[in-house]
């Protein structure tokens, strides 16, 4: 079975920090791409960053450039997502994905249909 254990979600303040931690089992990990995402209530599921475990490379939406990190420890199967400098506007339920590397492109790592597997979604609420 395909299982997401996601941890780090919480109340913060204004301008603080979380990590957001994404532990994969039941696919082989270094065939896939993880991503985050987010939805708030009312809006759309949105991208907020990517890595493609086999390679390194990393993508990052816009609205969170410069202020969030994605990384994996690849021995513990695990993404992490470093929020610093968090806004209000950062609250919501975060959600880890895989997609099969080969489909994991430019025009699609923001792109949710895309995506094999979900995890169940953390939430983070950034208080002003």
């Known amino acids: 079975e395909v299982q997401f254990v996601e941890s780090g979600g919480g109340l913060v303040q204004a301008g603080g920090s979380l990590r957001l931690s994404c532990a994969a089992s039941g696919f082989t990990f270094d065939d896939y791409a993880i991503g985050w995402f987010r939805q708030a209530p009312g809006k759309e599921r949105e991208g907020v960053s990517c890595?493609?475990?086999?390679?390194?490379?990393?993508y990052y939406a816009d609205s969170v450039k410069g202020r969030f990190t994605i990384s994996s420890d690849n021995a513990k199967n695990t993404v992490y997502l470093q929020m610093n400098s968090l806004k209000p506007e950062d609250t919501a339920v975060y959600y880890c994905?895989?997609?099969?590397?080969?489909?994991?492109?430019?025009?699609?790592?923001?792109?949710?249909?895309?995506?094999?597997?979900w995890g169940q979604g953390t939430q983070v609420t950034v208080s002003s």
């Open positions: 890595i493609s475990i086999s390679d390194g490379s990393t």
């Open positions: 994905a895989a997609v099969f590397w080969t489909f994991a492109t430019t025009a699609t790592v923001f792109e949710a249909p895309a995506y094999d597997y």
